[in-house]
């Protein structure tokens, strides 16, 4: 009886804690969502017949997304801005719901364990919310739909993950070749029958289109000086991309370089991801791709970083099941996750500044990853229990 008490009261306080931070991802939704404007004002225009993408028109926030993904945001623009954004934020509640109430069913942790999680990570669900972000939402759909043995489930949810192109990685995860293949081809389908749709909404040539597209991928400048308002160098892009442009001044238009350090850095982690994770679980394989996704993002901002909470509750998990939090293998994961989400220029100050200066959020994934792994070697190895003193 005094255990049943215990599960109901944890019960409580885990739905309690979700309930208000859910509650207060829609508010801040519905009081901001600055980038979900972009989106709804883009898509909006689309519908009169006004061409999508348009510097000219819009600046520096420009609609930023391939032309396949322009359509999937119809039913938002539909309503009024007002209403769209309760929706908008509804749909990012509904998805943090739904991927804590799994992760709790496959990693379950004390009831403190997991207080502490909702509020580390609270700023990163807020600053998702004010930005109205699609973070939240295309996580759901890699954790659900890639996890699915639907095909239709795999395909739909690789569809929704083009929306950057960079983010398509994330599918070296996937324990299946094969799987991998069909879900990429119907994907590539559906982005082709989507695009028919913009263009035909746009009267405009697949060719014109994907030219306007190419141009408004390129960094915002500011429309009289000319200077990079938004660029991968910005101290709020967390990426190991973001990271070798600032530390060595490159210049922040330069598109080659950008190209050549994400897919040098891709093969990079690839190799580790699949070095790390052999002999794992899929779920395993899957939380840590979604996690290196985020830090090879060329304008990876902090919101990004809800990729990496499936990776951090695994490592909490096993921690917490080994006992491990006085161990080297416990203050990797504190380390880590404080790094993913406390450690900025507002909460550190100059050191803050300078953490975000190396992508620290990016580091933070590393360090919560070396702590997942090195637990599995805790519980698999015999002769781990006197290195763990260490």
């Known amino acids: 009886a005094r255990s049943q008490r215990l599960t109901f009261l944890s019960s409580v306080v885990f ?37 999508l993408y348009s510097i000219e028109r819009d600046g520096i926030m420009v609609f930023k997304y391939p032309p396949w993904i322009a359509p999937l945001f119809i039913p938002f623009a539909a309503l009024s801005l007002a209403w769209a954004k309760i ?6 509640a509904a998805s ?58 795999q395909n739909f949810a690789s569809l ?16 299946s070749l094969k799987r991998i293949t069909k879900a990429s081809l119907l994907a590539a389908l559906g982005a082709v029958l989507l695009s028919a749709v913009t263009c035909s909404l746009e009267q405009q040539t697949p060719l014109a289109l994907l030219r306007a597209w190419g141009a408004a991928m390129g960094p915002g400048r500011d429309a009289v000086t000319g200077e ?24 922040p ?4 370089a950008i190209a050549g350090i994400t897919l040098v850095l891709a093969a990079a982690l690839a190799f580790y991801g699949w070095y790390r994770t052999r002999g794992h679980s899929e779920d395993e394989r899957w939380a840590l791709a979604l996690a290196l996704t985020a830090t090879l993002m060329p304008l990876a901002g902090f919101h990004t970083f809800v990729w990496a ?70 519980r698999t190895s015999p002769s781990s229990s006197s290195a763990d003193s260490d």
């Not at 929706?87 to 990012?92: D, F, M, P, R, S």
């Not at 509020?119 to 972000?133: P, R």
């Not at 991968?232 to 991309?241: I, S, T």
Request: glycine share 8%; charged share 10%.
């Open 15 to 51: 739905f309690s804690l979700l309930l208000i931070t859910c509650a207060a991802v829609i508010s801040t939704s519905i009081h901001n969502s600055v980038d979900f404007s972009v989106y709804w004002r883009a898509v909006s225009a689309l519908l009169a017949g006004e061409p």
């Open 96 to 153: 943090l719901a739904a991927i804590f109430i799994d992760l709790r069913r496959r990693w379950p942790l004390p009831t403190l364990a997991w207080g502490a999680l909702f509020l580390l990570f609270y700023n990163v669900f807020n600053i998702h919310a004010y930005y109205g972000q699609v973070s939240l939402p295309l996580l759901a759909a890699a954790w659900f739909g890639w996890r699915s043995h639907s095909l239709w489930a």
């Open 309 to 378: 909470l499936p990776l951090t509750v695994l490592g909490w998990k096993k921690v917490s099941e080994g006992r491990l939090w006085q161990t080297s293998r416990g203050w990797l994961l504190i380390l880590g996750t404080l790094a993913l989400t406390a450690f900025t220029a507002k909460t550190l100050g100059a050191w803050g500044a300078w953490l975000q200066m190396i992508s620290v959020k990016s580091w933070g994934v590393l360090l919560i990853a070396e702590s997942v792994f090195r637990c599995q070697v805790a």
């Open 87 to 92: 929706a908008w934020g509804v749909l990012q």
């Open 228 to 251: 990079i308002l938004i660029g991968v160098q910005g101290a709020e892009a967390q990426g190991f991309v973001s990271a070798i442009f600032r530390i060595f001044s490159l210049p």
């Open 160 to 175: 929704l993950w083009t929306s950057k192109l960079v983010n398509t990685i994330a599918l070296l995860g996937h324990a």
């Open 253 to 256: 238009d330069h598109s080659l």
